[in-house]
């Protein structure tokens, strides 16, 4: 696996919203996701049409809160039942999670890519997170990704030890 380090500017982002544990992901999460992907015309002025964003914060117990969203520029309106998120400017290690391969096995090589490096990811401060490795993540998920073996990049924000 290859990574990087890249500044992303800010941005804002509108679509579903959904937190819950672990145990919750299947089916309620892949819901949200199709749910959102289905709902994309809603977005009239998205920046990037080809991609929706999988934004995970870890601040809930034993879980997370996903985004899946559309970036979007300052016209859009927000449709009804949708949220808006703003993503501030931060410096991320990017890395690609490839068709056919196993999900968990990316984390698990990113998260040791961390240790050994010169950074550590990002802790908003007055934050509490519940996953002290990798509290913030973004996945970006192409168009014509297939949901059962997905590839997609994922962006974690990062800051120098």
């Known amino acids: 696996m290859s990574y990087k380090i890249v500044t992303l500017p800010s941005y804002r982002a509108v679509g579903l919203k959904w937190e819950g544990t672990f ?14 992907k289905e709902r994309a015309d809603e977005l009239e002025h ?3 049409p080809g991609v929706q964003l999988g934004l995970s914060y870890h601040v809930v117990e034993d879980g997370f809160a996903h985004y899946a969203v559309y970036e979007v520029s300052e016209e859009q309106e927000i449709p009804e039942g949708m949220v808006e ?6 410096t991320y290690v990017m890395t690609a999670h490839p068709k ?3 999900v968990q096995q990316t984390y698990t090589d990113l998260h040791q ?17 519940s996953d002290p490795y990798m509290p913030i993540k973004h996945e970006y998920y192409p168009a014509d990704q297939d949901p ?8 974690v924000p990062v800051v120098r030890k």
């Open 23 to 36: 145990a919750e992901i299947v089916p309620d999460l892949k819901n949200v996701i199709r749910q959102a």
């Open 46 to 48: 998205k920046v990037n």
């Open 85 to 90: 998120i703003w993503v501030p400017e931060w």
């Open 100 to 102: 056919g391969e196993d």
């Open 113 to 129: 890519w961390l240790f050994d490096s010169e950074y550590t990811a990002l802790r908003e401060a007055g934050v509490d997170y």
């Open 148 to 155: 059962d073996d997905p590839h997609f990049e994922v962006y």
